[in-house]
């Protein structure tokens, strides 16, 4: 579900944080031994300090919103708060393909909210088949072909409740006009239940290829946040090193530090937010298909 996949992330997160400052740590005793050896100022350790106290913040809070979302796990679950036992391998998780190509528009209209809306033109006495036959051509997930206007002309078809009673007006003249307001009535209901299937369909069509669009540009962040992420580890050992000798100021060293834990959090998010928007395109499918 979308919260495991929240709660996962947040593990993640923490070790994310945990390994950065442990880096953070290292550097600050570098520093702090520099200072007493004349070669850095009480400026530069006190830099050094802030950054790790506030990477110490944000794992602490972290730590929190781990533990409400475990907590509220538990209580979906109908137990009490314990340890979640849970995969580690969120970060090398692989996640597979899925693109809009791949899928049928066709499988929304199993959605419960559209069923519903098939048993209003049912109830209309209309044709539910002309109803769901009129999107047929046009349901399709691609970037180049939308959901156009629908046909009337198919839905309002001579076999409907509606144009059947007009060749049984032969009746008295007073139940003509009996007939006829009923007709107007009938044919109102079945525009109103055309209407809204038409509204439902076409809500859910758009709910869906802005949630696949989503997943395939999140893919694509992930992909270009995980070379950043390289260049950073780089980016901090050459920091490092320079600064070691003598070549680079701690700023840059603070700057590289920061930059990789950015970095690394910002590629847990998008591939939590990735994995959630998947679940959320299975819910908006209607939770399965045939």
Same mark, same amino acid.
């Given at each position: 579900s979308i919260l495991y996949y929240e709660y996962l992330g947040l593990n993640s997160e923490l070790?994310?944080?945990?390994?950065n400052i442990e880096l953070q740590e290292r550097a600050y005793e570098i520093i702090q031994i520099q200072k007493v050896a004349g070669e850095a100022t009480e400026l530069a350790v006190q830099l050094f300090r802030n950054?790790?106290?506030?990477?110490?913040?944000?794992?602490? $809070?972290?730590?929190?919103?781990? @533990? $409400?979302?475990?907590?509220?796990?538990h209580f979906l679950m109908g137990k009490f708060p314990a340890k979640l036992n849970h995969n580690d391998s969120f970060l090398i998780y692989q996640i597979p393909d899925f693109t809009i190509a791949n899928y049928s528009a066709k499988i929304i209209l199993d959605r419960p909210d559209i069923i519903d809306a098939e048993? $209003?033109?049912?109830?209309?006495? @209309?044709?539910?088949? @002309?109803?769901?036959? @009129? +999107?047929?051509?046009?349901?399709? +997930?691609?970037? +180049?072909a939308g959901l156009h206007s629908f046909e009337s002309r198919v839905w309002f078809s001579p076999e409907s409740f509606a144009f059947a009673m007009l060749g049984n007006l032969t009746a008295p003249i007073f139940q003509q006009r009996v007939l006829k307001t009923n007709l107007k009535k009938q044919r109102a209901a079945q525009k109103t239940a055309y209407?809204?299937?038409?509204q439902k369909v076409l809500g859910a069509y758009h709910e869906v290829y802005? &949630?696949?669009?989503?997943?395939?540009? &999140?893919?694509?962040?992930?992909?270009?946040?995980?070379e950043q992420i390289e260049a950073s580890k780089m980016a901090v050992n050459y920091a490092n090193d320079l600064f070691l000798g003598g070549k680079a100021s701690y700023l840059e060293v603070i700057n590289a530090q920061q930059g990789l834990l950015s970095a690394e959090l910002d590629f847990i998010r998008l591939k939590k937010y990735l994995l959630q928007t998947r679940v959320n395109i299975y819910a908006a499918f209607g939770g399965g298909w045939k």
């Open positions: 070790k994310i944080l945990n390994k950054q790790l106290l506030n990477t110490k913040t944000i794992k602490n $809070e972290t730590k929190q919103l781990l @533990a $409400e979302t475990e907590n509220r796990i048993y $209003e033109i049912k109830a209309s006495n @209309a044709d539910v088949k @002309a109803a769901k036959a @009129a +999107f047929y051509p046009q349901l399709n +997930f691609n970037p +180049f209407l809204n299937y038409y802005t &949630l696949m669009q989503a997943s395939e540009n &999140l893919l694509t962040s992930i992909q270009l946040k995980n």
